[in-house]
C-alpha cells in the first residue's frame, strides 16, 4: 500500500492542509483526496532516504534540554539588547562536528537556529564544520563545547 501511495503521512498532511487552507466542501474533498495520493507518488523521486532514528528517551531529553535552552536564551537576549551595546559582542565560531548523518546535522542546525542568540551560517564542504554566529562570545571555546554536549552528543545517540 506504501508504494501505491507514496507516503501516506505526507498524503494525510497533504489532505488535510488542503482543507484547512480552502474549507470543506464536496469539491475541496475529492480534491484533496486526488492530490493526497497524486503528489506524495510523484515527489516520490525527490525525497532522501528517510533516517533511522532510535533512542526515545535521547530524543525525549534533548527536547526537554532545547526547550530549556529556549527559554534561557530569550531572556539573556532580552537583556543583552536592553542593556549597554558594548556588552555585545558578536562573533563566529566553528564547530567540529562528530555526526556524519546529514539528517542529525541538519537537526542541529535547526537546533542552533531556532535558539535565541544563535545562526547556523554554514556548513564546510565536507560536513565536518558548522559556522555558527553568535549575539555574544565570550568563550569560544566554551560556546563550542556546550553545543557538542547539550545538543550534538544526544543527537549522536538518536541518530545511529
Keep these: 500500500m506504501k508504494r501505491w501511495l507514496g507516503s501516506p503521512i505526507l498524503g494525510i498532511l497533504v489532505f488535510m492542509l488542503w482543507l484547512l487552507l480552502n474549507g470543506v466542501s464536496v469539491g475541496h474533498l475529492l480534491l484533496a483526496a486526488v ?9 516520490r523521486a525527490l525525497r532522501p ?10 530524543t525525549v531529553k534533548l527536547a526537554a534540554v532545547f526547550l530549556y535552552d529556549i527559554v534561557v ?10 542593556g ?29 537556529t531556532l535558539t535565541p542568540g544563535t545562526l547556523s551560517a554554514d556548513v564546510s564542504p565536507n560536513g565536518r564544520h558548522l559556522l555558527v554566529h553568535c549575539l555574544h562570545v565570550d568563550d569560544a571555546d566554551g560556546m563550542v563545547a556546550t553545543i557538542k554536549q547539550r545538543y550534538e ?4 545517540e538518536i541518530f545511529r
Design 35 to 43: 492530490l493526497a495520493i497524486a503528489l506524495p507518488a510523484i515527489t
Design 153 to 156: 552528543r544526544p543527537l549522536l
Design 84 to 112: 549597554r551595546e558594548s556588552a555585545i559582542r558578536p562573533g563566529f565560531i566553528w564547530v567540529p562536528l562528530e555526526l556524519t548523518d546529514r539528517h542529525a546535522i541538519s537537526v542541529l542546525s535547526s537546533i542552533i
Design 49 to 58: 532516504q528517510q533516517p533511522t532514528i532510535g533512542n526515545l528517551p535521547a
Design 73 to 82: 536564551a530569550n531572556i539573556e537576549v532580552a537583556r543583552r539588547i536592553l
